[in-house]
């Protein structure tokens, strides 16, 4: 079965302070991976997909790398804006649609 | 703008109640994925559609059916909620991952907050 698995669950910073999420995964063969953000009460906003080892993607303040193991979600001198649960999901070579996603992690950035 | 809608953001309902979710989606995608997630949790998936085939993920209760009468929409019924089926329940959709070399963008709805009392 598919594994994900995020850290920190919660992570503070202050507003221009960098820092990355890690996303660890267990998948029998990778199609994708995914990140997304999800703010309070509203459904998830894509913003990432990574397909192999080495892939790189940036939005705005927001980097998201990917390994064999695993990904992170670099962001880079955040803003109060940028608070929100970032999830990561994988999708598995021998699933055409299915996501498994982690329980993400909680980013509340201080002014 | 395209976009999935979910209808209603709020719902309240009585334990063993019948309850009907709804979505809706100007992306005219093939797929159309309904999830539940609790609180702090990873969101789940229940069932998706394949246009109009229907595929149910082997551990989602009986308790919960879907329908999908056309391309645009897609219903959540939940026959007999109990309380641990109070949730957010998210719809969401996608191109035809076999035609787009296996790409399977989700894109989310905004929830449906279901309660149960």
Not at chain 2, 42 to 62: G, Q
Request: glycine share 6%; net charge neutral.
């Amino acid at each position: 079965e598919d594994q994900v698995t995020q850290s920190p669950e919660a992570l503070r910073l202050q507003e221009g302070e960098s820092s990355s999420l890690n996303c660890s995964y267990t998948v029998s063969g990778l199609r994708g991976l995914f990140w997304y953000r999800q703010d309070p009460g509203k459904g998830p906003e894509f913003l990432f997909t990574l397909y192999s080892a080495g892939e790189e993607k940036e939005k705005e303040r927001l980097k998201a790398t990917l390994t064999k193991k695993e990904s992170f979600l670099h962001i880079t001198a955040p803003k109060p804006e940028d608070s929100a649960t970032y999830l990561c999901a994988v999708q598995a070579s021998s699933n055409d649609y299915k996501l498994s996603f982690g329980a993400g992690t909680t980013v509340t950035v201080r002014a | 703008d395209a976009m999935v809608i979910q209808n209603p953001r709020y719902q309240v309902t009585q334990f063993g109640k019948p309850v009907t979710l709804s979505c809706s989606q100007t992306l005219n995608h093939n797929v159309m994925y309904w999830y539940q997630q609790k609180s702090s949790q990873a969101p789940k998936l229940l069932f998706h559609y394949y246009d109009k085939d229907f595929n149910n993920e082997a551990d989602t209760p009986d308790n919960f059916q879907s329908r999908r009468p056309n391309t645009s929409f897609c219903f959540l019924d939940i026959r007999s909620p109990g309380l641990g089926d109070a949730a957010m329940y998210l719809c969401a959709t996608s191109r035809d991952p076999l035609m787009v070399a296996g790409y399977n963008e989700q894109f989310f709805g905004p929830g449906t907050r279901l309660t149960v009392l």
